[in-house]
């Protein structure tokens, strides 16, 4: 079995989508039964695999094909206008007309099974091109049956075409009684099928899913793919412009603030509230659209055992960390030093740790929704209403949150950020600002890294209920 036969494409060249270039149409059909095959199936159903390929790409796609069928394996495909050779090429043939069965059996034996039925071709001309012809109950340069041409004689003159032949639902019809009338005569044959033997049936019965690969390098390959998937839409310059120009105005509008005084503070709280908001609000809505973009795929390689959806949901997740590291970085760099926080490396690389906490946090929570949901519109609007409930809860707006709904703020990562970048920059003072105790933050990082195990989790187990279509 070859699969180099089917891509002569670069195995480093991008596949591509709506928004980046990538293989031509051929490559990606090539591609597609690629994927198929490296699996090692022992069925492989495919849906006019060489249509849009020029006659060389074809003939070598199914000639791949037939080495997979010579090792051993199943490959049923629909196929439309092969040439000759491809025909050729094909061990059985089913030919269907309006969904009617008007043949199956050996494709070298198809013509001969026609022309015993009175359908010969007059001129030399591809198989395939006959079958066709037949299927669509077209007899030009083929010869009529004289049962047909009987029937048509006692019909009304009418229903003769132009050129004396039947019309095709006539042609039709008589195919398919000359085809049951074919298999009436074999059903004494099929009504004794041969006894299987036990050892092969009990070989299908207990088959064990066989995976391809171990759980490690499944996990390394999706880890790469999903770098060299994702890496285009988080390096791209609408979302490096958008995290820049937002760093700058808020280090233009915090800027060189003062921290010894107590309005300076308050002001230096207004920016922390809002790092911890637009770090909190921008990941949960890009996680979000991860698993109902992906959902067919998800589906199509799980129903094929591809890889184990564990190997799949941890490299999918991990993937996104060192990306999702590079833009903070350079938002904190910016706004922490216009703004004039504090310049000491403790506090400098405390608040990028806790900014990253809440990114990775946040992300967790827009997977867990788009996992449950799988539907767009609705997991972007229960997301904002979270978003919004958390935000609002935390006690940022209302100081005197009612009992019964303050709870909530513990379940917000807005909230545990926002104390811990206080408690970052104003570590030594006294009183400390807002009544947040200055202590060293371990609940609140504990909250954090709680909710990036739990959200995570459920979005696995909302992904393990997903049914498979095969």
Same mark, same amino acid.
């Given at each position: 079995?070859?699969?180099?036969?089917?891509?002569?494409?670069?195995?480093?060249?991008?596949?591509?989508?709506?928004?980046?270039?990538?293989?031509?149409?051929?490559?990606?059909?090539?591609?597609?039964?690629?994927?198929?095959?490296?699996?090692?199936?022992?069925?492989?159903?495919?849906?006019?695999?060489?249509?849009?390929?020029?006659?060389?790409?074809?003939?070598?796609?199914?000639?791949?094909?037939?080495?997979?069928?010579?090792? $051993?394996?199943?490959?049923?495909?629909?196929?439309?206008?092969?040439?000759?050779?491809?025909?050729?090429?094909?061990?059985?043939?089913?030919? %269907?007309?309006?969904?009617?069965?008007?043949?199956? $059996?050996?494709?070298?034996?198809?013509?001969?099974?026609?022309?015993?039925? $009175?359908?010969? /071709?007059?001129?030399?001309?591809?198989?395939?091109?006959?079958?066709?012809?037949?299927?669509?109950?077209?007899?030009?340069?083929?010869?009529?049956? /004289?049962?047909?041409?009987?029937?048509?004689? !006692?019909?009304?003159?009418?229903?003769?075409?132009?050129?004396?032949?039947?019309?095709?639902?006539?042609?039709?019809?008589?195919?398919?009684?000359?085809?049951?009338?074919?298999?009436?005569?074999?059903?004494?044959?099929?009504?004794?099928?041969?006894? %299987?033997?036990?050892?092969?049936?009990?070989?299908?019965?207990?088959?064990?899913?066989?995976?391809?690969?171990?759980?490690?390098?499944?996990?390394?390959?999706?880890?790469?793919?999903?770098?060299?998937?994702?890496?285009?839409?988080?390096?791209?310059?609408?979302?490096?412009?958008?995290?820049?120009?937002?760093?700058?105005?808020?280090?233009?509008?915090?800027?060189?603030?003062?921290?010894?005084?107590?309005?300076?503070?308050?002001?230096?709280?207004?920016?922390?509230?809002?790092?911890?908001?637009?770090?909190?609000?921008? /990941?949960?809505?890009?996680?979000?659209?991860?698993?109902?973009?992906?959902?067919?795929?998800?589906?199509?390689?799980?129903?094929?055992?591809?890889?184990?959806?564990?190997?799949?949901?941890?490299?999918?997740?991990?993937?996104?960390?060192?990306?999702?590291?590079?833009?903070?970085? %350079?938002?904190?760099?910016?706004?922490?030093? !216009?703004?004039?926080?504090?310049?000491?490396?403790?506090?400098?690389?405390?608040?990028?740790?806790?900014?990253?906490?809440?990114?990775?946090?946040?992300?967790?929570?827009?997977?867990?929704?788009?996992?449950?949901?799988?539907?767009?519109?609705?997991?972007?609007?229960?997301?904002?209403?979270?978003?919004?409930?958390? @935000?609002?809860?935390?006690?940022?707006?209302?100081?005197?949150?009612?009992?019964?709904?303050?709870?909530?703020?513990?379940?917000?990562?807005?909230?545990?950020?926002?104390?811990?970048?206080?408690?970052?920059?104003?570590?030594?003072?006294?009183?400390?600002?807002?009544?947040?105790?200055?202590?060293? $933050?371990?609940?609140?990082?504990?909250?954090?890294?709680? @909710?990036?195990?739990?959200?995570?989790?459920?979005?696995?187990?909302?992904?393990?209920?997903?049914?498979?279509?095969?």
């Amino acid at each position: 079995m070859s699969f180099t036969s089917l891509a002569w494409t670069d195995a480093k060249t991008m596949i591509g989508g709506s928004f980046v270039r990538g293989v031509s149409g051929g490559e990606r059909k090539r591609v597609c039964i690629g994927s198929e095959i490296i699996i090692n199936p022992s069925l492989l159903f495919l849906d006019e695999p060489t249509s849009g390929l020029d006659s060389t790409t074809a003939l070598r796609t199914v000639q791949t094909l037939q080495d997979i069928a010579e090792a $051993g394996k199943t490959v049923l495909t629909t196929i439309h206008q092969p040439s000759s050779r491809l025909f050729h090429k094909f061990d059985k043939l089913i030919v %269907l007309g309006k969904g009617s069965l008007l043949y199956f $059996g050996k494709a070298s034996e198809a013509t001969d099974y026609f022309s015993t039925i $009175g359908c010969s /071709p007059l001129i030399a001309m591809n198989p395939a091109e006959f079958l066709l012809d037949l299927a669509n109950g077209n007899l030009n340069d083929i010869s009529v049956p /004289p049962e047909l041409e009987d029937r048509v004689q !006692m019909e009304n003159s009418e229903t003769e075409t132009r050129n004396g032949k039947p019309p095709p639902e006539v042609v039709h019809e008589y195919l398919v009684e000359a085809y049951e009338l074919r298999l009436s005569e074999n059903e004494n044959k099929l009504m004794h099928p041969l006894p %299987l033997d036990e050892e092969p049936k009990l070989k299908v019965l207990s088959s064990k899913r066989q995976w391809g690969a171990s759980w490690w390098q499944q996990y390394c390959i999706l880890f790469i793919r999903g770098i060299k998937e994702r890496r285009h839409d988080y390096f791209s310059w609408l979302r490096i412009t958008q995290v820049l120009s937002t760093a700058i105005i808020l280090g233009l509008l915090w800027w060189q603030s003062d921290s010894k005084t107590s309005r300076g503070r308050q002001d230096q709280a207004g920016l922390l509230f809002f790092i911890a908001v637009f770090w909190g609000f921008f /990941p949960v809505f890009t996680a979000i659209f991860t698993f109902p973009q992906e959902r067919a795929m998800l589906s199509k390689e799980r129903a094929a055992d591809m890889y184990r959806l564990s190997a799949y949901f941890l490299a999918r997740t991990t993937s996104d960390l060192p990306l999702d590291l590079i833009l903070p970085v %350079l938002f904190i760099l910016v706004v922490y030093f !216009m703004a004039g926080l504090r310049l000491s490396a403790g506090p400098f690389f405390l608040s990028m740790l806790t900014v990253f906490l809440c990114i990775v946090a946040a992300q967790g929570l827009g997977l867990a929704i788009g996992a449950t949901l799988m539907d767009l519109k609705r997991a972007t609007t229960l997301a904002s209403v979270t978003v919004m409930t958390f @935000m609002l809860a935390g006690g940022f707006f209302v100081e005197r949150v009612p009992v019964f709904i303050s709870w909530i703020r513990y379940l917000s990562f807005n909230y545990h950020t926002y104390k811990l970048l206080l408690k970052v920059q104003y570590q030594d003072m006294v009183p400390p600002l807002k009544g947040i105790q200055t202590d060293n $933050g371990s609940r609140e990082v504990g909250a954090l890294v709680a @909710m990036i195990f739990g959200y995570r989790l459920l979005a696995y187990l909302s992904l393990r209920r997903m049914k498979l279509h095969c």
